[in-house]
């Protein structure tokens, strides 16, 4: 009698028990199984970029001047100097040579200095260019001889630091929201940013040239001629998104937020500052409204639905994130 008692208690006790572990699998197990299939990503907090390559032709306003004389050659002001017209430049034979124009002084010359000047670079096109690149031998960035010259060469140039340009050439579509005044980067291959402003945007054939003009020193700006860049049209910083997996609810956008069981999705709206297509940038944490209400967003290191669509075959919505 005792050991019938005794069989029924234990198999009271693993029936208890086996209805825990099945809850147990239930509730903690089958959602965090379920959520494995579910895609998602990792938002963090990011710099957005709008940018797009482009083939360069530097202009300036600048005077190449030559030897009068033959004889040795003694600089008196150095590479780089910001001089006014008429100052002591360069001594060759004992003969002085003075600065025809207020500017850079620089001893880097490629021939071209008359050749593409403010005045015509309207006119400079993509395939002026690929000319220059193709006669590289001719149009090299030379320094001027810095011993003893003859007659006629190069011993310095002055160039106008004033204002200087960039003619550039981007597809239309590229080209979209750069209108005379905008503020554009462009950055070089040395890695180094310049800001500048679109004086000019020209339909030329298939391309659209844009003539950007610069008030700002760069250290090469004197002896580059052609190349390739980097223009940066537009950069904000905020918490970068993946564009696909925004959707818009009752006219709010937002995202699919994965709570921290990853068993729930939540709608968290979203404040979008900038995107290239692909990426999106938004504020982080909050944002004020229409309405100038306080709206709690996206962080960084949330745990975002990629396909907002699956959202449906979660356990539920609510507007806001766990």
Known sequence: MMKTKKNKLK?????????????????????????IFLETYTAEYGLLEVSAESTFVTVRDE?????????????I?????????????????????????????????DGLEAVYTPEN?????????????????????????ANSVQAGQPIFKVVDNNEWYLVCWLEAAEATGCDPGKSITAEFSDGQQIKMKVLQSNAQGEKTQLILSCNRYYEKFDRIRTGTCRLIKSSRSGIILESDSIVEEDGVKGVYVM????????????????????????????????????????????????KPETAETTKGSEKNAD
Do not use: W
């Not at 006790?13 to 959520?35: C, D, H, K, M, Q």
């Not at 005077?63 to 600089?75: E, I, K, Q, Y």
């Open 11 to 35: 198999l009271t006790i693993l029936a208890y028990a086996a209805i825990f572990v099945i809850l147990y699998i239930i509730i903690y197990i089958v959602p965090r199984v379920s959520g």
């Open 63 to 75: 005077r190449l001047c030559t030897a009068d004389n033959s004889g040795t050659v003694s600089r």
């Open 77 to 109: 002001v150095s590479q780089g100097k910001l001089m006014r017209r008429s100052s002591h430049i360069v001594d060759v034979g004992g003969i002085k040579h003075y600065s025809p124009q207020k500017g850079i002084i620089s001893y880097y010359y």
């Open 121 to 145: 670079m309207q006119s400079i096109t993509e395939e002026t260019a690929a000319k220059i690149k193709e006669k590289a031998e001719e149009y090299k960035v030379r320094e001027c001889e």
């Open 259 to 306: 709570s921290k069981r990853l068993d729930k999705a939540s709608f968290v709206p979203v404040s979008i500052l900038l995107t290239d297509g692909e990426k999106t940038v938004v504020e982080k944490n909050y944002f004020m409204d229409e309405k100038g209400e306080k709206v709690v967003t996206v962080k960084n290191y949330d745990e975002i639905l990629k």
